[in-house]
């Protein structure tokens, strides 16, 4: 004898319940519950799927058609991959602009509808869309080489606030790119402007004294208003007579952190991975020819997170038991705004910028950054010393 299948049972019920009154129902509702096993309310459920079954009907995925479709994630794509492959809420607010200057140079070849709803997307949307983009990455660390200077007494410590100081004043650090604090190794001296989230990194060889004063004046050439404050760690590449005097004479008010004291340094910590690490990432620098490679990425990365890149300043911070409760500004902005909505910035300042910035692409300056990231790697393939030769 061939058992029934509960797809029979409910054919063969089907159409005496969908005629029965109440009482006819509860006792057809518990037959089937007797003989399938399943629960009353699934029972329910199943004679109102037949119910509503049309067998004219062409079988799709139920609700509303897809609005984004594919040609809109792709725009969507190329528009991310330009903008430093951010997330969502940093990204929302540039679209518009990343669109209209790739319409400008002729770079943007999508069609009017794909573009109108791009535009038109809302910052969840695109939060959701470009977290599918963003693929998994193993978190690393780099190695500290802080070594605080006996000559800490000789700068004085400041620990805030901030948000009163002008662009101009800035926290620096040192970065290691190195897998190892033993040896010669390149570092990246990285200067965060407080006021504008402006990132001007450059390259040295080893972290001497004269190397950092080096690098400082080179920053200070690069910047586009006087630098004003300067505000490293304790580290000796920093507490020292070459450096501290080439403030004095330059008229940069030098302060330090505090030891052991990261958060003093908040500014330029978060830069050191959101930006150092993250376009040169974790590989092993040892040889000098790198040094001016590295200039050189940096040359275009500067303008290119100036002009392009937002940022999103935290504006409040609670501590609730043992967890933090962080509020972010609600639109993200690039230095570059920041600059032009600053009272204390010169107009002649603001005038030269936007000058710059109408001639700047961000998808040719992040495909060249790419191209100089990849002659970095191989110049250190090719002069570098390996791990063998090291040990």
Known sequence: MIMATKKDIFNEHKSTYFRADRQEKGRI??????ITDMHRKSVVRRFSELQRYDPWKEPGKPGRSLYYTPDVITALKEVWEAGNEVCGELLHPMIHEYVEILNRDKMWHHQDETTDK????SQATVKRRVGTFMKARRRKKGLTVTRPSHLKRIVPIFTGPWSDKPPGWGQIDTVLNS????????YTLNYTDAATLLVIP????????EATRDGMKKIKEIMPFPWLGAHPDTGSEFINHFVVNWCKSEKIDFSRSRPNRKNDNMYVEERNGHVIRKTVGYITLN????VDALNGLYDLLTPYLMHFVAVRRMTEKEKLGSRYRRVYEKMAKTPYQRILEHPEVGTEIKEKLRQEHAKLNPLILKREIDKRVRNVYDIQKRFGKSQKDLS
Not at 179 to 186: E, I, L, P, Q, T
Not at 202 to 209: E, L, T, V
Not at 287 to 290: A, G, K, N, S
């Open 29 to 34: 509702l518990a037959h089937v519950c007797f």
């Open 118 to 121: 791009l535009l038109g997307m």
């Open 179 to 186: 897998n190892s604090s033993s040896g010669d190794a390149v």
């Open 202 to 209: 450059r390259a040295q060889w080893n972290k001497g004294q």
């Open 287 to 290: 040889c000098l020819e790198t």
